[in-house]
């Protein structure tokens, strides 16, 4: 069975930093591009980035650009983003997902408030 | 960035009624198009990806269709469970955006 399961988020201030992690299992991940995706309270889908298989190529959505980096550890099976420089526009649901979009995680919230 | 619209934003429609959402792309993407449905508190369940191929174990009543810039969600005859919100993602070019959704309702 698929699994993505994702951790790390939380409450933190504006200006700190969160890791988010994303822990797969069922399938051969390695061979997988992954996304972030997240979504804001009461609005929709925001693609944020993706990191290919082999960790060659990494994208980022502009609003996160130079506050967030993918990365990938395919001997432990587990994909992360490392966030920045947060902002309250940063609060959302994060999932992780396959970069098809046939695998996804059940989401984590991340709110950034003083 | 390449924008895709959804029409309608909200549709009202009842058990048994044919139901077609829209996704229009700002410039071609080939078939590099996804439709997701997604649940309150649910993470988006994949429908439909290539533009008209039927993930597995999605039922025959959703079809997709189109390809350039204009796509189409057809739900056949809408059940129950139908009711969700739907999306459509470009998988073309990054950033790989979303529309911004059409939630289906009684």
């Known amino acids: 069975e698929v699994q993505l399961l994702e951790s790390g988020g939380g409450l933190v201030q504006p200006g700190g930093s969160l890791r988010l992690s994303c822990a797969a299992s069922g399938f051969s991940f390695n061979n997988f591009a992954m996304t972030w995706v997240r979504q804001a309270p009461g609005t929709g889908l925001e693609w944020v980035s993706t990191i290919t298989g082999s960790s060659g190529g990494t994208y980022y959505a502009d609003s996160v650009k130079g506050r967030f980096t993918i990365s990938r550890d395919n001997s432990k099976n587990t994909l992360y983003l490392q966030m920045n420089s947060l902002r309250a526009e940063d609060t959302a649901v994060y999932y992780c997902a396959s970069r098809r979009g046939d695998y996804w995680g059940q989401g984590t919230l991340v709110t950034v408030s003083s | 960035d390449i924008q895709l619209t959804q029409s309608p934003s909200f549709l009202s429609a009842s058990v048994g009624d044919r139901v077609t959402i829209t996704c229009r792309a700002s410039?071609?993407?080939?078939?590099?198009l996804a439709w997701y449905q997604q649940k309150p508190g649910k993470a988006p369940k994949l429908l439909i990806y290539d533009a008209s191929t039927l993930q597995s174990g999605v039922p025959s009543r959703f079809s997709g269709s189109g390809s350039g810039t204009e796509f189409t969600l057809t739900i056949s005859s809408l059940q129950p469970e139908d009711f969700a919100t739907y999306y459509c993602q470009q998988l073309n070019s990054y950033p790989q955006t979303f529309g911004q959704g059409t939630k289906v309702e009684v």
């Open positions: 410039q071609g993407i080939s078939s590099y």
